[in-house]
């Protein structure tokens, strides 16, 4: 795979290298290139710095380790990294094959996301991709049994994710963890400071918004079968996985490297097997154009990822988002500059609103004030349980109070940063 010219020139050697090894095999052409850059002065401090950023010291550490170059000894003092996410992800796949095979017992299925589905089909490897968790997809009327398994696992949370779901009326996707507090990972350097316990994220939802109540019965209806540890487990379809990895890019707000390098090499392995005219027809039924236009943009200019030429095209969202992804989104040309403070600034639910839906829609305006309006003003069960305070109106005024100021702040200070950068950019 040979990627564009244009990507490197641009780039500190640091960065040359970085992107040059942010891949699972690097063609012979690119190892020519590489040893050519590995033989001037490198600062592998900032290097480290980068890969850590990105969360791909693992690959960088597996490429570079298979070279041949002077200064050799500094890779070899980050095989910590590897050999932590090796022991870390295999204590992670113990306890997945624990819940699949207990959840079997039961007759039970779960959707497994991501990080584990990746290590096994796609990285090979459980040392490459660093994880912080096990993300699964259940079903609500599976939930109590679920629940009961991860407990007896010793993975427990504060909330119930079935009350939670229940009291918002399906409303919002949320971020549910379950930890298994396992000693000696908390201060471990080599963790990248993110990975402390094992952990189990499961959703009862895909998207984050209520807009898609349709698609949830047909991502289960097109998940497929996939095995692990001897274990059958299901996996989304290849469309929805790489919907799926565009949607967590949008999360970084396109600038984490292994969320591209993800979507790069699942495409890759997978790039036959894809209906890419599936994949268009469901982008557009769940208003995700654009966020899967700006993800297979990133590993397009990055990686030069196969895929139909006409796709982003089919992808293209209207003029005023792309306006809005020039003015305020990098050009993922320059790795250096997903060190900077990008849209850190912008609430994930005004940027995901901002990135897919029709505006101009007036059906969908009112669809996005409804949403904001229950978001902030929930039921007084809702806020009662979620953040564990009395019912009494006192308490519950305040808190509407609080939450309605907090939201009139972001939205300030989004209307203020859009517009001092795009004045910047102009």
């Known amino acids: 795979m040979i990627m564009h010219n244009n990507n490197l020139s641009n780039l500190s050697n640091e960065s040359r290298i970085l992107l040059l090894c942010s891949q699972l095999n690097i063609d012979e052409e690119n190892k020519k290139i590489l040893k050519d850059i590995l033989n001037k002065d490198i600062n592998w401090q900032k290097v480290l710095k980068y890969a850590c950023f990105h969360r791909t010291v693992c690959l960088l550490y597996k490429n570079l380790s298979q070279m041949d170059f002077n200064r050799k000894e500094i890779i070899n003092?980050?095989?910590g990294y590897y050999q932590y996410f090796l022991d870390f992800n295999q204590l992670t796949q113990?306890?997945?094959?624990?819940?699949?095979?207990?959840?079997k017992r039961k007759n039970i299925k779960i959707i497994i996301r991501k990080g584990m589905e990746l290590i096994k089909l796609v990285y090979k490897d459980m040392g490459l991709r660093p994880t912080g968790d096990i993300d699964v997809l259940v079903r609500p009327e599976d939930w109590k049994e679920i629940n009961n398994t991860l407990r007896n696992m010793g993975l427990t949370s504060e909330l119930d994710l079935l009350k939670l779901h229940n009291l918002s009326q399906g409303r919002l996707c949320f971020h549910?963890?379950?930890l298994d507090k396992t000693p000696g990972k908390v201060n471990n350097p080599y963790s990248l400071g993110y990975v402390k316990y094992i952990r189990v994220e499961?959703?009862?939802?895909?998207?984050?918004f209520d807009f898609y109540k349709s698609a949830i019965d047909e991502i289960w209806k097109d998940?497929?079968?996939?095995?692990?540890?001897?274990m059958d487990a299901l996996m989304l379809s290849h469309e929805d996985t790489i919907m799926d990895l565009c949607f967590n890019l949008s999360k970084y707000q396109f600038s984490r490297l292994l969320c591209v390098c993800d979507i790069n090499e699942f495409i890759l392995k997978y790039k036959d097997c894809i209906n890419w005219d599936l994949f268009t027809k469901k982008s557009q039924a769940r208003y995700l154009n654009p966020i899967n236009y700006s993800g297979l943009r990133c590993a397009k200019r990055l990686?030069?990822?196969?895929?139909?030429?006409?796709?982003?095209?089919d992808l293209e969202p209207p003029r005023y988002t792309i306006i809005l992804l020039n003015?305020?989104?990098p050009k993922i040309n320059s790795v250096e500059e997903s060190l900077g403070e990008y849209l850190s600034y912008i609430p994930n639910e005004l940027r995901f609103f901002m990135m897919t839906y029709r505006l101009t829609n007036i059906n969908m305006l009112i669809k996005i004030l409804a949403f904001f309006f229950k978001t902030i003003f929930p039921s007084v069960k809702f806020l009662s349980?979620?953040?564990?305070?009395?019912r009494t109106p006192f308490i519950i005024l305040f808190c509407y109070l609080k939450r309605f100021k907090k939201a009139l702040r972001l939205l300030g200070k989004f209307l203020i940063n859009v517009v001092a950068r795009t004045a910047r950019l102009a």
Do not use: C, M
Not at 202 to 208: G, Q
Not at 385 to 390: A, H, T
């Open 327 to 329: 003015k305020l989104y």
């Open 223 to 230: 998940a497929l079968v996939f095995s692990s540890e001897g």
């Open 176 to 178: 549910i963890l379950y």
């Open 385 to 390: 349980y979620r953040y564990d305070i009395p």
């Open 303 to 313: 990686f030069n990822t196969p895929f139909p030429d006409d796709l982003l095209k």
């Open 94 to 103: 113990e306890k997945l094959s624990f819940l699949l095979n207990d959840l």
């Open 77 to 79: 003092t980050w095989q």
């Open 202 to 208: 499961p959703r009862i939802k895909l998207h984050h």
